[in-house]
């Protein structure tokens, strides 16, 4: 029988195995022996707290999800300017917290997009995240800008957002952040410069 309060420490447990053992060897080679073996556990753990590897990496998922989402709503929560720009920033900036570009979370982002084509609870979970983005971005564009160029504004600063992301995850190098955050902030200051 399992000790009592084992369960968010073993799902943690095998959460973090699974960031490692991806970004160790990649998903395709992440087995459930592997990252079992990772985590000190048998097989039959993984088995019990999450069906099936899918279901592991949907929960690892959701874990990098709230990462980013705790890291967002920290910059916006620390914020002593209300504007949209103030709030634009912080959700730009979030978006490359060092949560979400470090090794393990990187290889594991790559991975749950290219499984979320072909799994439909990966799909949905990757539907919601983009929603979300968006639905934040077009909010503080709606502040100052008319609802179908907030939605212009919105979806063309998300787009952005990922396209810099993906291309700093791929470099090959240090994924240069402050870069990628300046092109960022320069779009929205064009975008904000239109409410004049």
């Not at 503080?140 to 995850?169: E, H, K, M, N, T």
Request: contains cysteine; proline residues 4%; charged residues 20%.
């Amino acid at each position: 029988m399992p000790k009592v309060g084992m369960q968010p420490i073993r799902r943690s447990q095998l959460i973090a195995a699974t960031l490692e053992a991806v970004d160790q060897v990649g998903m395709g080679d992440a087995s459930i022996a592997y990252i079992a073996r990772l985590a000190g556990v048998s097989n039959g753990i993984i088995s019990h707290y999450f069906k099936d590897k899918n279901g592991l990496l949907e929960a690892t998922m959701r874990h990098l999800m709230l990462a980013l989402s705790t890291a967002v709503r920290t910059r916006r929560a620390a914020l002593e300017d209300d504007s949209p720009r103030a709030h634009l920033r912080a959700m730009i900036d979030g978006n490359f917290d060092d949560s979400q570009v470090n090794g393990p979370a990187i290889k594991t982002w790559l991975a749950f997009w290219a499984s979320s084509m072909h799994q439909p609870s990966l799909r949905r979970l990757q539907r919601v995240n983009d929603q979300r983005l968006d639905s934040n971005l077009c909010c503080q564009f709606r502040r100052v800008l008319p609802v179908p160029q907030a939605r212009a504004a919105s979806r063309g600063l998300a787009a952005l957002i990922d396209g810099l992301w993906l291309r700093g995850a791929l470099s090959g190098g240090s994924f240069d952040t402050r870069q990628a955050i300046q092109i960022a902030y320069d779009y929205l200051d064009q975008q904000l410069g239109k409410a004049g």
